[in-house]
């Protein structure tokens, strides 16, 4: 059975940091690709980033570069999301996904929240 165990998420700051996990098990995990996506209340999901199945590139939707970091320890089979400069609008609650079919693609980014399997999901809460 996929599971996908997102923790990591909080009340912060704004301006602050936060590291989400995301510990995987029940399948390859070097054979899926993996990533992040978000979804605020009353907002439609919003992919953030992946790494792809075939050959461990990342990729960030365009909205996304700059604050967000993707990186994974195969050792431990987790994905993680650094998260830098925390500002209100970040408040979502944080999701990671993975899919045995798709590459990570500038393209296929943006399909994240449609990935065949994701967590239940980590809050994250700025304050202003």
């Known amino acids: 059975e996929v599971q996908l165990q997102a923790s990591g998420g909080g009340l912060v700051q704004a301006g602050g940091s936060l590291r989400l996990s995301c510990a995987a098990s029940g399948f390859d995990f070097d054979s899926y690709t993996i990533g992040w996506f978000r979804q605020a209340p009353g907002k439609a999901p919003e992919a953030i980033s992946c790494i792809s199945s075939n050959d461990r590139t990342t990729h960030y939707a365009a909205s996304m570069s700059g604050r967000f970091t993707i990186s994974e320890d195969n050792a431990k089979d987790t994905v993680y999301l650094q998260i830098n400069s925390l500002k209100p609008e970040d408040t979502a609650v944080y999701y990671c996904?993975?899919?045995?079919?798709?590459?990570?693609?500038?393209?296929?980014?943006?399909?994240?929240?449609?990935?065949?399997?994701r967590g239940q999901g980590t809050q994250v809460t700025v304050s202003s």
């Open positions: 996904a993975a899919d045995p079919y798709l590459v990570c693609t500038v393209v296929t980014v943006s399909v994240l929240p449609r990935f065949d399997y």
